[in-house]
């Protein structure tokens, strides 16, 4: 079994990884700090929405792709993936603006969290029958 579904979400989380990636070193350059955060809260800012999506994407991605590999539908398998993009993007937009965006970035904790106990769910009961 290939993982179609599951490659289209984990390529368009990486394209999202590598522009907030950019973002930090933008904020580097524009502030000058090489090394850590300088306490600058540009760079603070920055540094944890890129660290906020890979500590979250990763286990959304092996969750989603478990849950192709057990035969899910393919339309839920898109649904739990747009559900772990769309948390990203959007925890991504409301966190990483000044002043921050609230409800963008609830939502996007919603998002994500709903997935992963979804997807973690489907996968310990199809392992459980």
Same mark, same amino acid.
């Given at each position: 079994? *290939? %993982?179609?579904?599951? &490659? +289209?979400?984990?390529?368009?989380? @990486?394209?999202?990884?590598?522009?907030? &990636?950019?973002?930090?070193?933008?904020?580097?350059?524009?502030? /000058?700090? &090489? !090394?850590?955060?300088?306490?600058?809260?540009? #760079?603070?800012?920055? !540094?944890?929405?890129?660290? /906020?999506?890979?500590?979250? =994407?990763?286990?959304?991605?092996? +969750?989603?792709?478990?849950?192709?590999?057990?035969?899910?539908?393919?339309?839920?398998?898109?649904? %739990?993936?747009?559900?772990?993009? #769309?948390?990203?993007?959007?925890?991504? =937009? @409301?966190?990483?603006?000044?002043?921050?965006?609230?409800?963008?970035?609830?939502?996007?904790?919603?998002? *994500?969290?709903?997935?992963?106990?979804?997807?973690?769910?489907? /996968?310990?009961?199809?392992? %459980?029958?």
């Amino acid at each position: 079994m *290939t %993982l179609t579904i599951t &490659s +289209l979400y984990a390529g368009l989380i @990486g394209l999202l990884f590598v522009l907030l &990636s950019v973002l930090v070193i933008t904020a580097r350059f524009k502030t /000058n700090v &090489s !090394i850590g955060d300088g306490g600058k809260e540009l #760079l603070v800012r920055r !540094i944890r929405v890129q660290a /906020n999506c890979a500590e979250y =994407a990763p286990l959304g991605l092996i +969750l989603l792709a478990l849950t192709e590999v057990q035969g899910a539908p393919g339309w839920v398998v898109h649904v %739990l993936g747009l559900m772990l993009l #769309l948390g990203r993007l959007l925890h991504a =937009a @409301g966190f990483g603006r000044t002043p921050e965006i609230m409800p963008m970035r609830s939502v996007g904790m919603v998002l *994500t969290f709903a997935m992963l106990i979804l997807s973690a769910l489907a /996968n310990i009961g199809h392992a %459980l029958l």
